[in-house]
T-cell receptor
Framework: GESVGLHLPTLSVQEGDNSIINCAYSNSASDYFIWYKQESGKGPQFIID?????DKRQGQRVTVLLNKTVKHLSLQIAATQPGDSAVYFC????????????FGQGTILTVHP | EAQVTQNPRYLITVTGKKLTVTCSQN?????MSWYRQDPGLGLRQIYYSMNVEVTDKGDVPEGYKVSRKEKRNFPLILESPSPNQTSLYFC?????????????FGPGTRLTVT
């Protein structure tokens, strides 16, 4: 079926390194993608989003890359800090309704001091 | 303080006993949504609402009802809860017109159905 998934369920990095979290999607009609961060015991928190008419968008220490050819989305975190340790989810809007979102399984990012 | 609130935060109930989880936001957001989160399954959307009196199904709407009679509130109703509805539930809201956008999530409601 059509779904959003992740290549790696866990990622461990050293403080100060750059992190890359990947996400694959299968629905070519999807035109809006969002990354969320969820810390233990809390609700998800919006990080950054990107529309399908873009291939790159930058925020504060984060960059999202969208490769529509291979249906791949990535989140890059620069100079990763211990506070970045969390579960990261990508979410996909399938284009039929902008209100309907499908989330990936999540990647656990652990940052070691 | 801008926030999404959910009540109750924790609930243990028995099969078949109707319950309502309330969700309220004070940001005048048009869009609101309910999700459930289960280990290994991530977040799954139950229902969403683009505006007052406008609701639609997400990926897992079976066994749930919602209503959006006013902008700030979006209650989730379980008419006859079953054990497979034991989960962590999140409500979220967004100002973005026409879609989910930058959603603000509530703190979650942990529901156990025995």
């Amino acid at each position: 079926g059509e779904s959003v998934g992740l290549h790696l369920p866990t990622l461990s990095v050293q403080e100060g390194d750059n992190s890359i979290i990947n996400c694959a999607y299968s629905n070519s009609a999807s035109d809006y993608f969002i990354w969320y961060k969820q810390e233990s015991g809390k609700g998800p928190q919006f990080i950054i989003d990107i529309r399908s008419n873009m291939d790159k968008r930058q925020g504060q220490r984060v960059t999202v890359l969208l490769n529509k050819t291979v249906k791949h989305l990535s989140l890059q975190i620069a100079a990763t800090q211990p506070g970045d340790s969390a579960v990261y989810f990508c979410a996909e809007n399938k284009g039929t309704s902008y209100g309907k979102l499908t989330f990936g399984q999540g990647t656990i990012l652990t940052v070691h001091p | 303080e801008a926030q999404v609130t959910q009540n109750p935060r924790y609930l243990i109930t028995v099969t078949g006993k109707k319950l309502t989880v309330t969700c309220s936001q004070n940001m005048n957001h048009e869009y609101m949504s309910w999700y459930r989160q289960d280990p290994g399954l991530g977040l799954r959307q139950i229902y969403y609402s683009m505006n007052v009196e406008v609701t639609d199904k997400g990926d897992v709407p079976e066994g749930y009802k919602v209503s959006r009679k006013e902008k700030r509130n979006f209650p989730l109703i379980l008419e006859s809860p079953s054990p497979n509805q034991t989960s962590l539930y999140f409500c979220a809201s967004s100002f973005t017109s026409g879609g989910a956008g930058e959603q603000y999530f509530g703190p979650g409601t942990r529901l156990t159905v025995t």
